[in-house]
């Protein structure tokens, strides 16, 4: 992919508010594969929160287009739901679209920021510290699902 391009896809994806794994698997053709590099419950009464980090990728963990960190509330969550991200094997959005309708799905209070991080451009294997956060709230109709970071660059999207 042209750098432009790139460029172009790092807008789009900061004023996305439907999945964006649907969307970078529609640009790809093909399926995103996860690494899960953590999961962990916290309970904290009230809260119960599902803590997830995943990579998303599509031709090797080694070369990820997202890193993401998740919030999940884990009482808003369905039981099909809870399942299948606890197997840790389908990025969170593709999750949600197999047991929702996809017009109930929303993201609310998106903000996007550049931060420098080396550690960052480490966890998504690129060369330049500057890397895009975009963060969000995460709904399904009335249920408030969670926060969700996603991060990238150019050169990480110059993957698909």
């Known amino acids: 992919m042209a750098i432009d391009k790139t460029v172009n ?3 789009i994806l900061a004023g996305l508010d439907t999945s964006t794994t649907l969307f970078l698997e529609s640009l790809r053709g093909d399926r995103l594969k996860v690494l899960l590099e953590s999961q962990n419950e916290l309970y904290t009464p009230p809260d119960h ?4 980090v995943t990579k998303l990728y599509f031709d090797s963990p080694e070369l990820p287009l997202l890193y993401c960190r998740s919030s999940l509330n884990r009482i808003a969550l369905k039981t099909e739901e809870y399942e299948c991200l606890a197997g840790g094997i389908l990025p969170i959005g593709v999750v949600f679209h197999q047991f929702n309708d996809g017009a109930s799905i929303k993201k609310k209070k998106i903000t996007v920021s550049k931060v420098i991080s080396p550690e960052l451009a480490l966890s998504l294997k690129v060369c330049f510290d500057l890397v895009y956060q975009k ?3 995460y709904w399904i109709g009335d249920r408030h699902i969670g926060f969700i ?3 990238y660059n150019e050169e990480s999207l110059g993957r698909i």
């Open 135 to 137: 963060t969000y709230e």
């Open 9 to 11: 896809l790092v807008g």
């Open 49 to 52: 929160v599902v803590e997830r």
């Open 149 to 151: 970071r996603e991060f």
